[in-house]
């Protein structure tokens, strides 16, 4: 029987069999796993008090529990959603945690708006307007933008209201744009091809093609041949689109398609998106360190999916028998405000298409953990080659940035098994240098990064410092005078000097006079100028943010008849001062407190900086 302590024993024989949500808690009171259950006496009972974990990945959460909390619901139902909620608030370590969305590009529809148009945004807010995506890159988003702009006439005009124009733009003169901006076009006119649009973008192409050639007979029919040629142009552009797109499956309905692959700690979910009968496209999840099963995965990450997801499909196909299936339904039907079915199926073309999804699942696993075995590999050669004391799992580079000595900032990197792990870089704006010193603005940097070790990050195993002797000598004093030498290997990078015939740039270790010779091992040195390059560019983009920040605050303030109080307004109605250079006069005249005297000076300024 698993080893239990008589707290646990105590808490655990009173607790209630109603549902509910538990919270697992570690020996620092901190929470490292959320989970639900119908009947919290006894799930909580499966992980004490079985002979066993059922799995080693269990017993590796249960060794690390010391006490738990439980919070009681009404309803199955509304454990799922407090289970939802508390696992995007607290993270937990064990958990199934899906990343934010932000990085996957979206397009918005504002059908609220008279004259809608497309925009491309990476958030979906609480609003009326439609999104479609969120697609795999910015050039599948490009691409489908461009497809779009050639066969339909929206607007693309910039910003959210329709500007008064004297003239139409070059998108109507290419006719791919209705111009509402300057001309009388009726709303339900263009209201149509945003239903066009929609359909485009909701994957029913066959529908839309058959919707258009209906117009086009109808067109030929009234002898205005013209608009026939136009449409008969539109269908052969959406039949070629047509081509390219698998049909999957003869019902046309929108199902997404669940694949699921495990290997030790280590998971990937796939979804095949399958709209119309037709398969549109795929995404894989990866979740590198999770103790959940299968079955408890799919669950938690079906809701926290499609919590975000701009769309809901009628069906979802699983490879498993999910446990709360009913209740995960009714929380899709909410999303979809309709009905939502999820199957198992066991046979036929629907078994099939989730075949296909565990293959991708799979093959996508192997890939994942081909290229982190790689990168384990170059680490336990760099650390040979380098003779390091540890195995340099985290790597943390430094990289100064200034001008002249002003604005001087410094950016830290980190890297975690060869990968940047952006979560954990850091910025530094320097304090106490007022000319270019660099390596007063290191000692600095590195001081403050060490000072404060029980708020900061963990140590390093491998500390980085973009400079040569100098720099490396710098960053073991301040390891020294914080009593962490020796508790992390120290190197310094510098660039080649091509004036004295050096060909390669130059790794410095403490205690050696020469740069290391790396020969046969010059993967390792591209790394190594990899890592440090990351570093130059995150300074280099903090330094140049500051300097134009303050540039333009500094401008702001310059101009007559812009005060505290109206600066406020400019910033908070813009949200950055790039918007304010890019805006209009009538739009700054309209802002409280402006007239069109005073927005011309701010468009003067700005403009000319």
């Known amino acids: 029987m698993t080893a239990i302590s008589d707290t646990l024993r105590e808490k655990l024989s009173t607790t209630t069999t109603s549902p509910g949500v538990y919270l697992m808690k570690d020996a620092q009171g901190k ?8 009947n919290l006496k006894k799930r909580l009972s499966s992980y004490f008090l079985k002979s066993s974990p059922p799995d080693v990945k269990t017993a590796v959460l249960v060794e690390n529990i010391v006490e738990f909390e439980t919070i009681l619901t009404a309803t199955e139902h509304e454990a799922l959603i407090l289970e939802s909620n508390l696992i995007k608030r607290h993270r937990p370590r064990y958990n199934v945690i899906l990343k934010d969305d932000k990085r996957y590009p979206i397009l918005r529809l504002d059908v609220a708006s008279p004259y809608p148009m497309l925009t491309l945004v990476r958030k979906i807010e609480k609003d009326d307007a439609l999104y479609f995506g969120p697609f795999s890159s910015a050039g599948a988003v490009q691409q489908t933008l461009r497809l779009i702009n050639r066969m339909f006439m929206l607007r693309k005009c910039r910003g959210a209201s329709l500007k008064t124009r004297s003239r139409p733009c070059l998108n109507c003169q290419m006719n791919q744009c209705l111009a509402p901006c300057c001309r009388d076009v009726p709303p339900e006119e ?7 649009v929609i359909l485009f973008l909701s994957g029913k192409t066959t529908d839309l093609i058959s919707k258009i050639k209906q117009e086009m007979t109808v067109a030929a029919e009234r002898q205005n041949f013209e608009k026939a040629a136009i449409l008969r142009d539109k269908v052969f552009a959406l039949q070629k689109v047509l081509e390219r797109q698998v049909v999957v499956t003869t019902e046309r309905v929108d199902r997404d398609i669940l694949g699921i692959a495990t290997r030790d700690r280590m998971s990937i979910i796939t979804l095949l998106f399958v709209r119309n009968g037709t398969l549109v496209g795929t995404r894989h999840f990866h979740f590198p360190d999770t103790i959940s099963n299968d079955v408890e995965m799919v669950e938690s990450f079906l809701t926290q999916y499609y919590e975000r997801s701009p769309f809901v499909p009628s069906e979802v196909l699983l490879p498993l028998k999910v446990e709360n299936q009913d209740v995960l339904e009714t929380r899709l039907a909410e999303l979809r405000s309709k009905k939502v079915r999820i199957l198992s199926p066991r046979r036929g073309e629907k078994k099939k298409m989730i075949a296909m999804a565990m293959e991708n699942a799979r093959n996508r696993l192997d890939e994942e953990i081909q290229h982190a075995l790689s990168g384990k590999r170059l680490l336990e050669r760099l650390k040979v080659r380098l003779s390091l004391s540890d195995f340099p799992v985290r790597i943390e580079c430094f ?21 940047p792990k952006k979560s954990a870089y850091r910025k530094f704006e320097l304090r106490n240098v007022a000319s270019p010193d660099d ?4 000692a600095e940097v590195l001081t403050r990064r060490f000072q404060r070790l029980e708020t900061s990050d963990p140590l390093p195993n491998l500390l980085m410092v973009d400079g040569g002797r100098g720099q490396l000598n710098i960053a073991l004093s301040v390891l020294k005078s914080n009593g962490l030498y020796g508790k992390m290997d120290v190197l310094g990078i510098a660039k080649k000097e091509p004036q004295k015939g050096e060909t390669n740039d130059k790794i410095f270790l403490p205690g050696r006079t020469n740069p290391v010779v790396f020969g046969k091992d010059a993967d390792l040195l591209l790394f190594l100028q990899s890592v440090r390059d990351e570093a130059h560019r995150f300074a280099i983009s903090f330094y140049r943010k500051k300097h134009r920040s303050k540039s333009f605050q500094s401008k702001l303030d310059e101009i007559p008849g812009i005060g505290e109080k109206r600066r406020q307004t400019l910033l908070t109605h813009f949200r950055s001062i790039h918007r304010i250079g890019r805006a209009n006069v009538s739009e700054i005249a309209a802002l409280p407190g402006f007239n069109k005297r005073v927005a011309e000076r701010v468009i003067e300024v700005l403009r000319n900086l």
Not at 409 to 414: D, I, L, N, T
């Open 439 to 442: 390596y007063a603005s290191m």
């Open 399 to 419: 990289d100064n940035s200034n001008l002249y000595g002003t604005h001087s900032v410094s950016g830290m990197v980190v890297f975690e098994n060869g990968k």
């Open 190 to 196: 263009y209201g149509e091809i945003v239903r066009e």
């Open 31 to 38: 929470i490292i796993y959320v989970g639900k259950a119908r």
